[in-house]
């Protein structure tokens, strides 16, 4: 179950960063983002990493080439892509759309796919290689919005990788933008889905009025119990039997849960058990879920923006660790369910009353499930990826436990789901003895607030 970490080094020739401009003249205004996309949450970079294998039919083309013009095309059409934030009036965010463009490199590694093995998931060996932080490019203002690197392997396969300011867009965003610029490198005149800005769509209503709770923001003392110093990555990956197994202990009433659901109870209980916070403190799961579907009307085919809020389920330490796994599974249930179309306004009233407020990671258990988004899908003309999702777990300010979902197939054929997850290095060992007891149907773990002691 438990994946380790790759050993794997190599050497990686970089060409100079670049920018790349859009291919035709692109309209030079102001446009502002989203309420949402205006979150402080949101104002960091995010990194995206896609393996592809090498292709006979492709053979004598040139991946970097290809990309490169079709990234250049691409920005016709998404231009502000091309453009830079700025900060107005209360740091709301203003996008300038200058045309000047984003940073490409072309790279060239001395390493196969191969090589890799079954390493393909966060945290990715030599990730700084693969994707270089041009100095002075990560800022969220006044700072190109997209770095992208194309690394050639040495088997003609090659790696794309990007980093994002991600007040641009979300995971569902990315890959759009991701998946028109494979449709040009495949030979299209234009996207199949045309991008849509509108951020009107998700601003506040006027005058801004809130109607619900929103204790993910939660002006909480930061008495955090968790020991949060040495957080690692680390990934495990969970077959589909395994998957079935957690299923089978779902309570009857609770058989329309969704893997989701089940997941996240799962490991949020044992994260909970492995960190021993105080069993009379509040613990909190708090993640992302997207609401094009939850207006009315729905967003527009093509939306691009930042269109998520975060629901989260609040409980005791004691109950959800000493209640059975059905507990955990009937709160995160109701936090989804909670995400209504009332719900997603009075959120984003919250945010512009409340001046942007940042989620509150007191106690906090974090996951992110981007196995529906269609990373992998994107084609660049050598089929899709063997990979693609997070290149690293957690980029944000302030660590807490995090963790992604990702489909994945392993060496042996198995397919199933790769956690990726950031915890203290202290609280690995339980946590997976935890994680395993619960799989098998017997929880075991150890109430007690003994303090934890490493054994690694």
């Known amino acids: 179950m438990a994946l380790s970490p790759s050993s794997l080094t190599f050497t990686v020739q970089r060409c100079e960063p670049e920018l790349l401009t859009p291919t035709k003249p692109t309209p030079h205004e102001l446009k502002q983002l989203s309420d949402l996309d205006d979150q402080e949450y949101f104002r960091f970079q995010i990194e995206v990493i ?12 040139d991946p970097v080439k290809i990309i490169r013009e079709a990234l250049a095309q691409a920005l016709v059409f998404y231009y502000p ?9 209360g740091r709301k965010l203003i996008l300038e759309c200058t045309g000047e463009g984003v940073i490409f490199i072309e790279a060239d590694a001395d390493v196969t796919l191969e090589q890799f093995g079954d390493a393909l998931y966060p945290p990715i060996p030599c990730m700084d290689k693969l994707l270089y932080d041009v100095p002075g490019s990560g800022e969220i203002l006044h700072c190109p919005l997209l770095l992208i690197q194309v690394t050639r392997l040495r088997c003609g396969g090659f790696i794309f ?20 610029v494979g449709e040009l490198a495949r030979g299209y005149c234009t996207p199949s889905i045309p991008p849509v800005w509108q951020r009107d769509l998700l601003s506040a209503r006027n005058p801004p009025k809130v109607t619900c709770k929103h204790h993910q ?3 909480l003392p930061n008495t955090n119990d968790y020991p949060l110093q040495n957080m690692v990555p ?14 089978k202990q779902v309570p009857s009433h609770l058989n329309q849960c969704s893997t989701f659901d089940i997941l996240t109870a799962c490991i949020w209980r044992c994260i909970t058990i492995a960190l021993k916070p105080n069993l009379e403190s509040q613990v909190r799961v708090i993640f992302p879920v997207n609401v094009r579907g939850k207006l009315s009307p729905s ?6 923006g930042n269109a998520v809020v975060f629901a989260v389920a609040i409980t005791m330490a004691r109950k959800l660790c000493e209640n059975p796994l059905g507990y955990a599974i009937e709160l995160v249930k109701t936090a989804k369910a909670n995400v209504t179309m009332e719900y997603v306004q009075s959120y984003i009233d919250f945010v512009v009353i409340k001046d942007k407020p940042d989620v509150n990671r007191v106690q906090c258990y974090s996951p992110t499930d981007v196995t529906r988004v269609g990373f992998e899908e994107v084609d660049f003309g050598w089929g899709k990826a063997i990979y693609g999702w997070l290149a690293n777990l957690w980029n944000g300010p302030n660590p807490m436990p995090a963790s992604s979902y990702t489909s994945f197939s392993n060496g042996k054929g198995k397919n199933g789901i790769v956690v990726s997850i950031l915890l203290p290095k202290v609280t690995r060992e339980i946590f997976m003895k935890e994680l395993e007891g619960t799989l098998k149907g017997h929880a075991i773990g150890d109430l007690s607030t003994t303090p934890i002691k490493s054994s690694l």
């Open 234 to 247: 680390f990934s495990f990956f969970l077959d589909s039997t395994e998957v079935n197994a957690v299923h």
């Open 81 to 89: 892509f091309a453009g830079r934030l700025r900060e107005g009036p």
């Open 161 to 180: 990788a990007l980093r994002q300011n991600h007040t641009m867009s979300d995971s569902i965003g990315i890959a759009q933008f991701m998946s028109a």
């Open 217 to 219: 923001f939660d002006e």
């Open 299 to 304: 967003l527009p085919t093509g939306y691009y």
């Open 50 to 61: 896609q393996f592809y294998r090498c292709d006979p039919p492709m053979q004598g083309k």
